[in-house]
Nanobody, 125 residues
Framework: QVHLVESGGGLVQTGSSLRLSCAAS????????MGWFRQAPGKEREFVAA???????TYSDSVKGRFTMSRDNAKNMVHLQMNMLRPEDAAVYYC???????????????????WGQGTQVTVSS
């Protein structure tokens, strides 16, 4: 069982940056696909970014060029660097981990078996 804890959310102004972190325990992430998803009030959860076990990263069109997902396998953590934040980026951001090993990270939330509790990101205009 992999336990995930997100941190780094907060209230920022439009155009600002935030760095989210996700710390994993109970299992190593180095051979797992990891994902970031977000959910705004009244909306469905949506894909943000995913990293496959080998390190390749894919992004949603809405964040491509502004957000960067990275891994720190030595610390068993993943990060999401968010730049040029917009009001529409406001949401609860969730980190997710694949139970299976050595898979490509995808935008399909059903791929991920372990989820964190989320961290709130608020962007003021």
């Amino acid at each position: 069982q992999v336990h995930l804890v997100e941190s780094g959310g907060g209230l920022v102004q439009t155009g600002s940056s935030l760095r989210l972190s996700c710390a994993a325990s109970g299992g190593i992430i180095s051979f797992r696909a990891m994902g970031w998803f977000r959910q705004a009030p009244g909306k469905e959860r949506e894909f943000v970014a995913a990293s496959g076990w080998s390190g390749g990263v894919t992004y949603s069109d809405s964040v491509k060029g502004r957000f960067t997902m990275s891994r720190d396998n030595a610390k068993n953590m993943v990060h999401l660097q968010m730049n040029m934040l917009r009001p529409e980026d406001a949401a609860v951001y969730y980190c997710a981990a694949d139970k299976s090993l050595r898979r490509t990270g995808t935008a399909i939330d059903g791929q991920y078996d372990y989820w964190g509790q989320g961290t709130q990101v608020t962007v003021s205009s």
